[in-house]
Each structure stands twice: as C-alpha cells, then as structure tokens.
C-alpha cells in the first residue's frame, strides 16, 4: 500500500534513491506492462570505432612488448628503437580499425605538430600501463590532442587549446570532487561562503556535503519552464553581489537539458568584467547533444574551471573518463597569490614536500597534487590506459577534420526521436530550437493536468496527494520509473524522463502510460465531486 506517510519519508531522500525504491515496485507492476526505466541518464549506445581502435592498439602493444622478452604469458616492455617504422607495417591498409590508427598519427603529425615517434611510444605504452603517469597531470601528447578535441567540441571561436592546460580524470563526478576540495584547500573558497547555482540542477551535486559547508542553498539562479529551462538575465544580477565567491553550472543543464544562449553568455561575461574575482565551475558533458555549444570557458577564459565528460556522448560511464580543463592565465593562480600571508604560508608548507617551488605552483597541478592528498602527488594522474582510450575517443572525432561527425549526429538524432516521441504522443509542443539537447525532458504533470482537463482538477491534484504520489503509482501500477523534480530543485509536479536509456518506440508507450494514470485520478476526481 502507498500511503501518506510512506510518501513523506520518500521525499527525504534523494531523487535516485527515491528511483530506487520505485524501481522495485516498477518491476512487479500490477498491470504486468513491461517495465520502462526511464529514470537514468545512462545512455544505451556506445561508439564502437575507439573500442576496437583500443583492442587493436592493446595487440600492437604486446607484440612490442614480446621483442625485448618472450616466456608464455611473461613479456618485457616496449623498445622504442624503430618502432614507428613496426607500427605502421602492424596496421592493415584494408581494415577500417588499422586505418583509423594510421590516421590519428598523420592527423597528430600534420594537424597538430606532434612528434611520430613520441606519440607511437606514448599510445603504446600508455596502453599497455607498465609505468605509473608521468606527467602526472596529464601524458604529453595526450594533452595536446585532448585540447584539439575540446576545442573543436566546446570552445566555438575562441582560440585556446594552446593555452589550455588538462587534467584527466575518473569522470565528471571526480572531477567536481577534486576542484572543490582543492578550491578549499586552497581558501579560495571558505566555509560559510555562498555559491550560485544553476537550478533546476543534478541532484547529487546540491547534496555534495562539502557543497553544503559553503552555503550552497543561498543562490539559485533559476531556470523555469516558462522561459523554456533558460536562465532569466536577471536572475545574473546575483552574481554581482561580492558575498558569492562561486558560480557553479551545468551546461547544457541537467535536468532541463537547456544550453546557454549566446545572448545569456554574454550577459555572464558583462558580470565577470565587474567581478573578475568570480569562480566559474562549468559541466559540459551534454555540450555535444545541442548544435553549435559554447561554453563558458570560451567567453570568460580565465575565470573559469571547465569539466567534461565522455560518459554520455560514447556510453562509457563504466570507463570513467573525465577531464578538468583549466587556462594558463587564471584568475585562481591570481587570487591564491593575494591569500593572507599566514594562509599562504600554510599552503607552501603544504605543498613543499612535492615541489622545491610551492608558491609558483599553478591551481591545476595543485589539484592533481590534492587528488592524492598531496604525499601521493607521484603517483597521482588517471590511469594511462583511460589517458589513451580519451586519445581514441577524441580521435575518433578529430580526424574527420571539417566533415560532419557522423557519430556526434546519431547521438543527438537519437534524443531528437525518443523526445519527438514521448512529446508528441503527450501532446505537448516540442523545443526544436538548438539550445535544446532532448537528452532529458521535465514534464510538469499539474499542467498537463490543467492542459487535458482543468484548472481544478490540478489544483486537486496538488492539493489532495503528496508530489510523489502520481510517481509511485506510476511505477507500481504501471511499470514506468521516472525521476521526480524537487530533488533537482524544480517546482513541485516536475518529473524528469531521460531520453537516454530506452528505445525509441517506449517513449511513445510511456506518453500513453502518463496519460492514462492522468485519466484515473480525473475520474477519481469526477467521483468525489459528485459525493459533495
Ligand atoms: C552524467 C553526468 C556526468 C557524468 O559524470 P561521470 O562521472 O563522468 O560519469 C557529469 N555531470 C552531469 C551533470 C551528468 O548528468
């Protein structure tokens, strides 16, 4: 039985913990209708190309590895001597996969000034993993040519991959771990500071514990459905108030699934003329999903700390490949060296037992020292393998030069048809314009209610049930799981469907599902009318 009061202790968790519980009684649905998840941004596609580039690299690998020793399943390591002129007679002129390998070298060479032979060794050795990272922060070529593909997928116009400096990462999520512990490690941000935050927003980022310490709650800049999940200019005047040291976003926006517009953008490089101390956190893992993305990092360039994922675009959040992109001149380098003495003291102390230097130490090579609680810093860095598999994956991208990416399209024709699907069937109209990526959509269920019914009948609804009712009785009678919105900071009767996980036709189905349970409660509603 769903009751009230089992209800109200549901709304205290988390919106995935809550999808978990649904899930349960989601599986053994009362109607016996197949059992639709649409709760989960996991997408359900993957690229293949990088894969089967990182297999064929991983045997090239192990035959160099044979050269210098050869017992069973005991080899040696990777001799450099000749090994461009072995890497291209390895690869097959006629197999798809040995094309793309030869190709990432010549595109390297010729696109990005890279050197053949150090690149080979650095893809080979990387893979095969027998050395800790070193860099640490970043493999060298690897930065060079994750740079070319942020560059290309994110920075618009503005030129910056040479100025640019990468940290990678085990995905997105440990990115915004390491930024804010080092942030504040650093004191650039402080207990009690306050930081702006894009809403309605990924939940576990508002339940960051370390977020909360800041006083997380204070700043919202709120995005509403009537304005189409776009950020009002208004809402920017906040930003201008010096008590908010931070503005983190989302972009595009989890779960409004909105980008910034260029006019939006503008408007935040204004505040930061007349703030050039504000902190930037901007996540861009949906940049890919909307046409023609800008992030923030290209407009306000030395405020602003990037992150970006390749969980989503290449179904690959079982890999954990993640990168924190920082530029050379940054206002955090700035803002660390006009720290009180005492503080900056601290710090030198903190970080001398890793760098003769420690003032001159740059935020981004902090972080990567943090990331190992500093004693560690030797052997910080994200595993090479991981390091190559982005190389692959941003390859697969970057040689196709000034073609279109037909990868990058399927991608976003994919969400355009489940959210055509799911929109059109609910009769609602559809966002087409470009800042939209459809990898989610929030449905606010009080309005569909007024919209197929009327204005009573919502206000009934939201009066006589909690907001999670609709959504556990979604799930335990009809085998749909959604996410509710409130978690995400959106207004009650919100409820997000991710266009990410199942196929193209259930979007339909779950459309007519809402539908339906809509229907019940209207016809419930008719009823007790009649008793009054
Ligand atoms: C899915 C998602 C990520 C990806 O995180 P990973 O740790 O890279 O898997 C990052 N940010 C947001 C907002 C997301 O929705």
Redesign the pocket.
Known sequence: MITKSFERKLEKLGAFEISFDMLKLSEKNEKHLKFLNAGR??PNWINTLGRLAFARLMEFGVSECKRTLDKGDLAGYVDSNGIEERYNAFLNRDDEVDVFLKKIVEYSVDHLDLDKKSLILELTNGIIGNNYPVPSRCLENTEHIINAFLQSILYGKANLRKNTKVFPV???????VYIFDSLKHNGLLNDGDRIAINTP??TP?IQIPRLSNFDLAEVYLQAREENQWHIPDSEFEKLLDPSVKAFFL?NPS?PGSRSLTDETLEQLRKVVVKRPDLIIIT?D??GTFVNGFRTVYSVCPRNTIL?Y????LYGV?GW???VIAINEDNVFDELIKKLPEKKKKELESDYSIVTFNPSEMGFVERICADSRSIGLYHTSGLSTPQQIMMVLFSMTHLVLENEKDQYIEACKEITAIRYHNLMSTLGLPEDNSDSNAKYYTLIDIYQLAETNYDKNFATWLRNEFEEIDFLLHLAKEDGVVLMEGVGFGATPGTVRISEANLEDNDYKEIANRIISLLKEYYEKYTKEKKKL
């Open positions: 941004g996991n085990e995905g997105g999520t440990a990115a915004i927003v990924f980022y989302v989890n996540d893992v949906y992150v994922s390749y969980s989503k959040t954990r490949l993640g």
